[in-house]
């Protein structure tokens, strides 16, 4: 079945610098999705890319998708405490949705 | 809008025992899914309901079962539970034009 691997698995920043997740699927994907879960709480949708080679920008997360629609990028420029949590990216097949494991973000003040 | 809601929020059971846990998704929305979290699968889609019918199903064993009811609520429920049943079970729901899917807070079950 459809696979959505997600690097790193962790990452550990200081405040300021910047991050990256990446997401790949072992098939093309129609659309992607990103979620955030903070600890202790729950998904929260933060968008979601059609378009191949689309880009996306929110603040300082900018969201890509890949030209072949099999992988997506998040990048956050000048992370902040509050960019702490689990990052992750999310495709549909058959009618589920797949997650991909998530990266956790830790960032020290 | 009031968001999703998942009751009970903790949840303790024994080895054998079953349960039900049950979401109530934002009003206007009609489709509901169920994920398990666990620090070592991560997410994974249980089902999903729509209209009061399962739309979708993940690969989990028979035990596992849910139903939806005509004003979109849902329950999972689970039977003869097993330790490795021990997890967060969340509840999304969505409008079934649109991808992005709503998350409650989650039930943390826990099988001693």
């Known amino acids: 079945g459809q696979q959505v691997m997600q690097i790193p698995q962790y990452q550990h920043v200081q405040e300021g610098e910047d991050f990256t997740t990446y997401c790949n699927s072992s098939?093309?994907?129609?659309?992607i999705q990103w979620y955030k879960q903070r600890p202790g709480g729950h998904p929260v949708f933060l968008i979601q890319?059609?378009?191949?080679?689309e880009v996306k920008k929110q603040k300082r997360l900018t969201f890509q998708f890949g030209e072949a629609k099999k992988n997506s990028s998040l990048h956050i420029t000048a992370t902040q405490t509050t960019d702490v949590g689990t990052y992750f990216c999310a495709g549909p097949s058959r009618g589920k949705l797949i997650f991909g494991q998530g990266t956790t973000l830790q960032v020290k003040p | 809008k009031a968001g999703v809601t998942q009751t009970p929020r903790y949840l303790i059971k024994t080895r054998g025992q079953q349960v039900t846990l049950s979401c109530s998704p934002i009003?206007?929305?009609?489709?509901v899914s169920w994920y398990q979290q666990t620090p070592g699968q991560g997410l994974q889609f249980l089902f999903e309901y729509f209209s009061e019918t399962q739309r979708n199903k993940g690969n989990f064993p028979g035990r596992f079962s849910g139903r939806q009811f005509s004003n979109s609520r849902s329950e999972m429920n689970v039977s003869t539970l097993e330790l490795g049943d021990s997890a967060l079970y969340l509840c999304?729901?969505?409008?079934?034009?649109?991808?992005?899917?709503?998350f409650g807070p989650g039930t943390r079950l826990t099988v001693l």
């Open positions: 009003s206007g929305h009609r489709s």
């Open positions: 890319l059609v378009k191949s080679g």
């Open positions: 098939t093309t994907l129609s659309n």
């Open positions: 999304a729901s969505r409008t079934y034009q649109a991808n992005e899917q709503f």
